[in-house]
């Protein structure tokens, strides 16, 4: 065997990283710039709604806009690795996408609520890391809902009364971020990241083959 040969990288599973927080509490910014940050090789889970699309939200993009009825059907064939009713409206996650990813030993990004959070758990916890993102103050996540302008009034009346109830499971979740500068946020998931795809558990196979590798090595 080379001696160069155990630089190869170690094979690991696909892990699935879940961001969730209150609308508002700036999750859409920090999946923007991590899935722009083309050196962690992330791939955005893109969720069915049936919730009306904004105008500055893509079909396919941000969301597969669909009927209640689509998104029931999807749901009694399985196509759905969780879902849950966010605002009243339908929000799920598509299976065979995250399935894909997750065999090609790649990772895959969620903006899901705990709801969905709870579901993926259930399936797969071993898999899943999970970040919770908090406002730095009440006053703020308002102000950010506001600026926003793109949810009516009585919407963002009902954004920010739920976002109590959210807030309140953040002891659900692995991690729990304050995005008080965008910049630290992000760099703080980041280093979440990073530090989770070398834990052990995730290559132990691969970990092992190399160690083997390491130890024959004359
Ligand atoms: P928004 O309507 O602002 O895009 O999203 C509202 C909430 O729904 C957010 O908290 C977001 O994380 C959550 N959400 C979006 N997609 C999904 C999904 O596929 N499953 C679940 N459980 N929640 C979702």
């Known amino acids: 065997m080379s001696p160069t040969s155990h630089n190869a990288p170690i094979h690991r599973r ?55 009825q689509d998104f029931e059907r999807m749901r009694s064939q399985d196509d759905l690795l969780e879902w849950a009713e966010v605002h009243g409206n339908f929000y799920g996650t598509p299976r065979p996408p995250v399935e894909a990813v997750l065999s090609e030993g790649r990772d895959m990004l969620f903006d899901i609520d705990y709801q969905g959070t709870q579901q993926v758990l259930k399936r797969a916890a071993r898999d899943v890391v999970t970040i919770f993102i908090l406002p730095p ?21 009902k954004r920010l009364e739920n976002a109590r109830h959210e807030i309140a499971r ?49």
Do not use: C
């Open 137 to 157: 103050s009440m006053k703020e996540l308002r102000a950010r809902l506001e600026r926003r302008a793109e949810d009516a009034p009585d919407v963002i009346a």
């Open 170 to 218: 953040w002891t659900m979740y692995d991690y729990v971020i304050v995005n008080e500068d965008i910049q630290r946020a992000l760099g703080e998931v980041k280093s979440i990241l990073i530090a989770e795809r070398l834990r052990r558990t995730r290559g132990e196979p691969g970990i092992e083959r190399f160690v083997k590798g390491l130890l024959d090595e004359k």
């Open 14 to 68: 696909g892990l699935m990283l879940i961001l969730s927080s209150p609308s508002g509490a700036g999750k859409s910014t920090l999946t923007r710039d991590l899935l722009q940050d083309r050196t962690l090789d992330l791939t955005l889970s893109i969720s069915v709604t049936t919730r009306s699309r904004r105008t500055s939200e893509v079909d396919g993009i941000h969301y597969h806009f669909k009927s209640r």
